[in-house]
T-cell receptor, first 110, second 112 residues
Framework: TQLLEQSPQFLSIQEGENLTVYCNSSSVFSSLQWYRQEPGEGPVLLVTVVTGGEVKKLKRLTFQFGDARKDSSLHITAAQPGDTGLYLCAGYSGTYKYIFGTGTRLKVLA | DAGVIQSPRHEVTEMGQEVTLRCKPISGHDYLFWYRQTMMRGLELLIYFNNNVPIDDSGMPEDRFSAKMPNASFSNLKIQPSEPRDSAVYFC??????????FGPGTRLTVL
């Protein structure tokens, strides 16, 4: 069974701080997605990384796919209260099936 | 452009009753997914369709659950009979390619 473990599970930080969220697996994925989910809403896709070692930036968010395509990280610079939410990684395992990670719940305090 | 539409947004029912959740995918998306989200198990794929045909239902928990997609613009997920352990948020998502999924707002189901 493919599993995606995210760490930390919970994170509460002050506005302006930096943070990194990790997504790890023992399985190889052909691509990996990151989503943010706010209370009462569905997950919203932030980015898809496809190539081992790939780095993508989305404003203050930096996403990296591990060289072996088994892990990924999300780094947020100068976090803001609007970044608060549940961050989910999802690995693509083929035939349109996605395995979702355990999630990281982030709270940014003003 | 409308996103994925789900109804109802909230459903409260009693154990043993039939529950029907509905989804309208984004127009032009060939893939439709049903997920269930709970605190304990996170987001789990139940079933997905391609061009209205069920492709993989290995995530459907048991025979009480069924899903259909009679046409490209509608799908439903039925639970009969419902049980308290079915309480969760159920999401529908659609996509055109393997690198994207667009989720609906979800249906929060409570089975008493």
């Amino acid at each position: 069974t493919q599993l995606l473990e995210q760490s930390p599970q919970f994170l509460s930080i002050q506005e302006g701080e930096n943070l990194t969220v990790y997504c790890n697996s023992s399985s190889v994925f052909s691509s990996l997605q990151w989503y943010r989910q706010e209370p009462g809403e569905g997950p919203v896709l932030l980015v898809t990384v496809v190539t081992g070692g790939e780095v993508k930036k989305l404003k203050r968010l930096t996403f990296q796919f591990g060289d072996a395509r088994k892990d990924s990280s999300l780094h947020i610079t100068a976090a803001q209260p609007g970044d608060t939410g549940l961050y989910l990684c999802a690995g693509y395992s083929g035939t349109y099936k996605y395995i979702f990670g355990t999630g990281t719940r982030l709270k940014v305090l003003a | 452009d409308a996103g994925v539409i789900q109804s109802p947004r909230h459903e409260v029912t009693e154990m043993g009753q039939e529950v029907t959740l509905r989804c309208k995918p984004i127009s032009g998306h060939d893939y439709l997914f049903w997920y269930r989200q709970t605190m304990m198990r996170g987001l789990e794929l139940l079933i997905y369709f391609n061009n209205n045909v069920p492709i993989d239902d290995s995530g459907m928990p048991e025979d009480r659950f069924s899903a259909k997609m009679p046409n490209a613009s509608f799908s439903n997920l039925k639970i009969q009979p419902s049980e308290p352990r079915d309480s969760a948020v159920y999401f529908c998502a659609s996509s055109r390619t393997k690198n994207e999924q667009f989720f609906g707002p979800g249906t929060r189901l409570t089975v008493l």
